[in-house]
T-cell receptor, first 116, second 117 residues
């Protein structure tokens, strides 16, 4: 069974600085998708960024980028120029490819605080 | 474009009562998912539907939980009878089907915070 591990329950960053959130996963599949979701206090689940495992290039969305290391099964999220609005719980998620594997498997989350 | 709509946003009820949570997916999305979020267990998938048909309900905790999707624009999650340990935030999400699994993300509703006293 696939698992997703986020080893940092809480992180803190100064406004305008850069922070990296860690995520590792375990799978025997070769094709899959990885996602980072953000959950602010409003409790909405907002997609931040996604990565296809068959793509070597790391995904980037404005100030958000990932460091995808397939061999190491690592998928970290880097937030550059942190803003107060980035404060939220961040969840890493895995989804298999094909078959009956449309489920998202979530990590336990990392609570990010942004200090002014 | 309207997102996934869930109702109610908050529900407080007494143990033993029937609870019904409602979800309207994004129009055109073929997949609908129900999740439960608790501090202890994080986000768990309860059940998901494809074209209104339940595909995987292995996450449904017990027979007290049931879910239906009578049409493409509406789904319910019912708990009967409810127990205090069912207190959680319940999310509904939907995603398009693109003739394969693709990389289509799931779009979440705002969740229903359920409190069973």
């Amino acid at each position: 069974a696939q698992t997703v591990t986020q080893s940092q329950p809480e992180m803190s960053v100064q406004e305008a600085e850069t922070v990296t959130l860690s995520c590792t996963y375990d799978t025997s599949e070769s094709d899959y998708y990885l996602f980072w979701y953000k959950q602010p206090p409003s409790r909405q689940m907002i997609l931040v960024i996604r990565q296809e495992a068959y793509k070597q290039q790391n995904a980037t969305e404005n100030r958000f980028s990932v460091n995808f290391q397939k061999a190491a099964k690592s998928f970290s999220l880097k937030i550059s120029d942190s803003q107060l609005g980035d404060a939220a719980m961040y969840f890493c998620a895995y989804r298999g490819y094909g078959g009956a594997t449309n489920k998202l498997i979530f990590g336990t989350g990392t609570l990010l605080a942004v200090q002014p | 474009d309207a997102g996934v709509i869930q109702s109610p946003r908050h529900e407080v009820t007494e143990m033993g009562q029937e609870v019904t949570l409602r979800c309207k997916p994004i129009s055109g999305h073929d997949y609908l998912f129900w999740y439960r979020q608790t501090m202890m267990r994080g986000l768990e998938l309860l059940i998901y539907f494809n074209n209104n048909v339940p595909i995987d309900d292995s996450g449904m905790p017990e027979d007290r939980f049931s879910a239906k999707m009578p049409n493409a624009s509406f789904s319910t999650l019912k708990i009967q009878p409810s127990e205090p340990r069912d207190s959680a935030v319940y999310f509904c999400a939907s995603s398009p089907g693109t003739g394969g699994w693709g990389n289509q993300p799931q779009h979440f509703g705002d969740g229903t915070r359920l409190s069973i006293l």
